[in-house]
């Protein structure tokens, strides 16, 4: 019989989804160098000062970090202050070289942790964040990044708000192990309790989602925080004949990763697995490149739920219409959730490709973060939850 997964062999959370818990906030004092540029990041870019800053770094010794917490609030400084060194003099001011200042330890913590040396939902999302009063639970409004990039307060509610949909979705992860072990048992009541809370987070999910707008404006989104999430895979770096970028002192050959991207994130991969969701024709490829910018332990979950006991085999065996109806409501709502991302990337990114006055990227608005044409993407995606 087909195992059932346990949250917490995968670094997963009934409580914080994929969310690193309780994450350090500043460093060790060896390493305050890099937490003084991090911390002075939005300043220094928009002053230009942000390269010189990199240059009078140390190079300093990564493998004097203790601890995995240390290590991936290590890797959410460096992906700052990589991306704020890339993008800083926009896209015609594109560096070939990564400083060894930044690309070592980088590259070494990223080994570390078994992602690649680029921004993405892990490196830089799921461990970006502390509550701003630590008595009350981590609401939206209760959330805070502890480095942000550009954008200021806009930029903090963006970054806040996926954050949140990770505590959303952390029930119904739960819910997902619940209902694999209902099948397993045939434990008819427990699976219909599964289903419910599986739909449930999906909603609420969206129901964080649908809250973006209330303090990140989609001019400033566009403009000052989606360029700075942009890879090595972007039509910046093609347009000027570039491979990627230099790691210097790691390797000679330029490292073509792409940038940050929902696509990254642990969380539809999950439900897409409990729910038997496959990935259309030209989808699967590009789905396993995301995969490799998760942590071995996420793409590990999301294999033990696609190969654990089958939910959507059991319903529709079980002749169970009360089942199979509430199995269709939880690809239902993850229609809709896939449907209403589509509405806020036209908002806030289509929509803003015309009207942007920010003649520094002017480019990245052809592709995803990710380097994919992320609308036939993210269609494609819909479409397989139907």
């Not at 818990?21 to 939005?42: G, K």
Request: some cysteine; proline content about 6%; charged content about 20%.
């Amino acid at each position: 019989m087909a195992t059932v997964p346990r949250l917490e062999d995968y670094h997963v959370s009934s409580t914080y989804g994929f969310l690193l818990q309780d994450p350090l906030t500043t460093l060790p004092d060896y390493f305050q160098p890099w937490m003084a540029v991090a911390n002075r990041l939005e300043e220094c870019i928009a002053n230009e000062t942000i390269r010189d800053e990199i240059h009078k770094l140390p190079l300093l010794d990564h493998t004097r970090l203790s601890g995995h917490k240390a290590l991936r609030l290590a890797q959410v400084v460096l992906s700052c202050l990589t991306q704020g060194y890339v993008w800083s003099d926009g896209e015609d001011g594109i560096p070939t070289v990564l400083p060894k200042q930044l690309a070592i330890p980088y590259a070494g913590v990223s080994e570390q942790l078994g992602v690649p040396p680029s921004i993405s939902v892990y490196s830089f999302g799921l461990a970006n964040w502390k509550l701003k009063d630590s008595s009350q639970p981590p609401s939206l409004e209760n959330l805070e990044a502890i480095i942000t990039v550009r954008g200021g307060s806009h930029s903090n509610w963006f970054y806040m708000n996926y954050v949140a949909n990770e505590i959303a979705a952390a029930p119904g992860l739960a819910a997902i192990a619940n209902a694999q072990q209902a099948v397993k048992d045939g434990n008819i009541q427990g699976l219909s309790g599964a289903l419910q809370a599986i739909q449930a987070s999906i909603k609420q999910i969206q129901s964080v989602l649908s809250r973006m707008n209330e303090c990140c404006d989609p001019e400033i989104f566009y403009s000052k925080i989606r360029p700075f999430l942009t890879g090595w895979d972007s039509p910046a770096f093609k347009t000027k004949g570039l491979e990627g970028l230099i790691y210097d002192g790691v390797s000679k050959q330029p490292k073509k990763l792409v940038g940050g991207t929902a696509a990254q994130s642990s969380i539809l991969p999950s439900f897409d697995a409990a729910l038997g969701v496959q990935a259309v024709a030209g989808q699967k490829s590009i789905m396993e490149l995301f995969a490799q910018y998760m942590p071995p332990p996420h793409r590990n979950f999301i294999n033990a739920i696609s190969s654990g006991p089958s939910i959507k085999d059991y319903v529709f065996s079980s002749g169970n219409k009360q089942l199979q109806g509430q199995f269709n409501d939880c690809l239902a709502a993850l229609e809709q959730w896939r449907s209403y991302h589509i509405q806020l990337v036209t908002r806030y990114v289509v929509a803003m490709a015309g009207k942007s006055q920010d003649k520094k990227f002017v480019k990245h608005g052809l592709a995803g973060t990710g380097g994919t044409d992320y609308m036939e993407f993210l269609k494609k995606m819909r479409d397989a939850s139907k």
